[in-house]
């Protein structure tokens, strides 16, 4: 079955800088790839998604990047702002499969 | 519209005892899926359900069931609780139909402790 591995656990970024979060998968029949954003206390929520036949995503300062070949996506934060503080989850569609294999989060902190 | 909302907010059970906790999810939507997060283990998969037939099932054990009625609404249930079982447990509905598991929105969850 689909594997999701996620680094880094934590990044720690200064305000203004860029942050990328990694996601590796191992079913190449896997065609849906969303990001979630959960802060502190509250509910997770979709920030960006990308399907297989696309291999780059934007929207305002988030963006996300695939590479069928390798299998890994990516999820780009530019110009972070304190608000950007939370724990990430990227996740995969098992091709056929109504199942989300999500990888282990990132929190991701920003340095005033 | 309103979001999804899950009931009870906070649960505080005994070992050995069973709970149910349902999920309504957002008018129209008809995917409702269930999640275990614990500190430090992200997002566990426990089940999907579209019109009333359950799709998938993640690695838990047969003490973690579920259901969904016709109106979408969907129970989960839990017997004979476990220390291990306390956790926070999400609900998520998404439009389903080909699409499956594409933009999930998630309820503000339940947490459930087990003494």
């Known amino acids: 079955g689909e594997n999701v591995e996620q680094h880094p656990s934590t990044l720690s970024v200064q305000e203004g800088d860029s942050a990328v979060i990694k996601c590796t998968y191992s079913?190449?029949?896997?065609?849906?790839f969303p990001w979630y954003k959960q802060e502190l206390g509250k509910r997770p929520q979709l920030i960006i998604d990308i399907r297989s036949n696309v291999g780059e995503k934007k929207d305002q300062r988030i963006a996300v990047t695939l590479n069928k070949t390798a299998k890994h996506f990516s999820l780009h934060i530019t110009e972070t702002q304190p608000e950007d503080s939370a724990v990430y989850f990227c996740a995969a569609l098992e091709g056929g499969n109504y199942q989300l294999i999500w990888g282990a989060g990132t929190k991701l902190i920003i340095k005033p | 519209k309103a979001g999804v909302t899950q009931t009870p907010r906070y649960l505080i059970k005994t070992r050995g005892q069973q709970v149910t906790l349902s999920c309504s999810p957002i008018s129209g939507h008809r995917s409702v899926s269930w999640y275990q997060q614990t500190p430090g283990q992200g997002l566990q998969f426990l089940f999907e359900y579209f019109s009333e037939t359950q799709r998938n099932k993640g690695n838990f054990p047969g003490r973690f069931s579920g259901r969904q009625f016709s109106n979408s609404r969907s129970e989960m249930n839990v017997s004979t609780l476990e220390l291990g079982d306390s956790a926070l447990y999400l609900c998520a509905s998404s439009p389903g139909g080909s699409g499956g598991l594409e933009k999930l929105f998630f309820g503000s969850g339940t947490q459930l402790s087990v003494l």
């Open positions: 079913d190449s029949a896997s065609n849906y």
